[in-house]
């Protein structure tokens, strides 16, 4: 059974930092290229980062250049995102998606709401 499990998300107030995990299992992890997404009320659901099978290129949105990081570890099937000075518009519900590298089976977690307000 696949599973994406998000965790790490809470109230935050501007200028601080929360750290994202999504846990993955029920399937092979370093086969996927790991993304996460966020969708905020009203709003589509917009691509935040992401990171290729080895970890060795990431992207990220322009809205968080320079604030957010994405990293894994293949050993613990896991994806971070390091969110560091949290603005009050990166309010979301953040995702975990896992896509595999041929683009054929794509997985999605429950979400984590981040909110940051002062």
């Known amino acids: 059974q696949v599973q994406l499990v998000e965790s790490g998300g809470g109230l935050v107030q501007p200028g601080e930092s929360l750290r994202l995990s999504c846990a993955a299992s029920g399937f092979t992890f370093s086969t996927h290229i790991m993304r996460w997404f966020r969708q905020a009320p009203g709003k589509e659901r917009e691509l935040v980062a992401a990171?290729?099978?080895?970890?060795?290129?990431?992207n990220l949105a322009d809205s968080v250049k320079g604030r957010f990081t994405i990293a894994r570890d293949n050993a613990k099937n896991t994806v971070y995102l390091q969110m560091n000075s949290l603005k009050p518009e990166d309010t979301a519900v953040y995702y975990c998606?896992?896509?595999?590298?041929?683009?054929?089976?794509?997985?999605w977690g429950q979400g984590t709401q981040v909110s940051v307000s002062s």
């Open positions: 990171i290729t099978r080895a970890g060795a290129i990431t």
């Open positions: 998606n896992a896509v595999h590298y041929t683009m054929t089976v794509n997985y």
